[in-house]
């Protein structure tokens, strides 16, 4: 089975680095990495509709406009069941809280340990080899 993972950042070298870190997982086709470089275009995405679906949103806290916190919320209230890790360079306290509080499964700072988020994966995704 193939999995739908959505990550959502501004920075311009994310999806190169995804996409190098998890280089074995797309060649076996067990991943599709979708990208968006804001929250607005990640809601776009999600209402046009992904393929595979997305079944994990990685998601960054600061972004231009709508934040990744702000994100979180609506995806809280219009797709409950899909899980989202917040990725970011602001790992204090108060960020974890409320990122947890407002319905993310996990937060991974940056720069990101790729061995700790595919853990975070396997955990949310246990039928991937993240």
């Known amino acids: 089975m193939t999995v739908g993972i959505l990550v959502v950042d501004d920075e311009p070298d994310v999806e190169d680095l995804f996409r190098q870190r998890f280089r ?6 067990q991943l599709v ?44 209230a219009e ?16 960020s974890r809280r409320r990122a947890l509080d407002e319905g993310a499964l996990d937060l991974v700072t940056k720069p990101v340990d790729f061995v700790a988020l595919k853990k975070v994966m396997n955990s949310v995704l246990p039928h991937t080899a993240a």
């Open 24 to 29: 074995s997982e797309l060649r076996k086709g």
């Open 33 to 76: 990495l979708h990208f968006a470089k804001s929250a607005e275009e990640a809601l776009a995405l999600l209402d046009g509709g992904l393929d595979p679906e997305a079944v994990l949103v990685l998601s960054d806290i600061k972004m231009p406009g709508m934040s990744g916190l702000d994100l979180l919320q609506r995806l809280r």
């Open 79 to 94: 797709t409950p069941g899909v899980p989202v890790v917040m990725v970011t360079a602001y790992g204090d306290a108060e």
